[in-house]
Nanobody, 120 residues
């Protein structure tokens, strides 16, 4: 089992940047593929980015974003650039003991989320 805690959200103007972090504790962080998802009010949770266990492979829904991980520090990151008002959502990190995937149903562990608000 792994516990996940996101941080780094906040209010930013359109065109700005934010870096989200996800701190993991419990089982060995490097045994999990990781993903970022987001959920806006009234909308379903959607995929943002994912990364494999070693950090060598990634996949994105948004080319403006960069996912990375530091297995030595048990940390997952999401660098978000050129933010738009439509990026406003609660952002969640999630852990999957299998392969990295865009499917949220494959992720067994979730953080509590961090709010990102982009003003126009």
């Amino acid at each position: 089992q792994v516990q996940l805690v996101e941080s780094g959200g906040g209010l930013v103007q359109a065109g700005g940047s934010l870096r989200l972090s996800c701190a993991a504790s419990g089982r060995t962080f490097s045994s999990f593929a990781m993903g970022w998802f987001r959920q806006a009010p009234g909308k379903e949770r959607e995929f943002v980015a994912c990364i494999n266990k070693s950090g060598g492979s990634t996949y994105y829904a948004e080319s403006r974003f960069t996912i990375s991980r530091d297995n030595a520090k048990n940390r997952l990151y999401l660098q978000m650039n050129s933010l738009k008002p439509e990026d406003t959502a609660v952002y969640y990190c999630a852990a999957n003991s299998g392969t990295y995937t865009t499917n949220p149903d494959r992720y067994a562990y979730w953080g509590q989320g961090t709010q990102v608000t982009v003003s126009s």
